[in-house]
């Protein structure tokens, strides 16, 4: 489903190009739930834009679901992301003024009838234990709960692949795990392949595969590649 080949991604910063990926091959199968860690600095983030079509590799070949991502165009890669991806982050990214089912109606499209529109809200709020804050604005909502939200929002398209970037980088520890069994329980009921990035190896141990970074990254591995310090280090 996921077929990564010779891969190779890196950034020009004042003039100098820094090599950050270099990956020979990865193969992802569909409906698998993988956990991706590794050092801060080390190029999750960028494996998840690269596997979202939001930048393209310097060079090789990246197949998602047949389609060859580093031939499409930015439009292509558009539609690609709106009708194949949905994408969670650490930070919610809920609009302050609206509730939370008009946060998730932006997203909706404009042909569904009203009665199919409030059909699949009632859904999906049902299915993340949120059908009684469906009119609450994002202040009024937990952390946790404003993640929920993120997640209806990246879910009610039916996507075949989540990529979620630390999705409870900024929970605390019981409702991280709650959100992760969430997660992974609806994509196995929905079929939908996860790949998310984690710093968390207790979280990570909930995943059936996890894949460290540096185990995919030859320029990681050969040291090409600049890691920033760990938040661990940093804290130190
Ligand atoms: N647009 C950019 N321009 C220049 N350098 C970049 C850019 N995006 C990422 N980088 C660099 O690429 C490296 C990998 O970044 P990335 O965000 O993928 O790491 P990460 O493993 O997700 O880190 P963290 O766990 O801290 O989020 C970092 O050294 C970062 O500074």
Redo the contacts with the bound molecule.
Sequence with gaps: MISIRQVSKG???QGKQ?P?LSIPSWDVAAGEKIAII??????????LHLLAGIISPDKGEIHVFSKPLHQLSEAQRDQYRATSIGYIFQDFHLIPSLTAKQNIELVLPGTLLLKEKNNLLNHWFQQVGLHDRMHHLPSQLSRGQQQRVAIIRALIHNPPLILA??PTGSLDWETAGELTELLLNICLTEKITLIT?T?DLNLAERFVKRVH?SDLNEAHRAGK????PS?KELAL
């Design positions: 950034f020009t910063v820094i950050i590794g050092p801060s600095g080390s190029g999750k983030s960028t494996l970037d630390e990035v710093h970074i590649a600049p890691t920033a938040r």
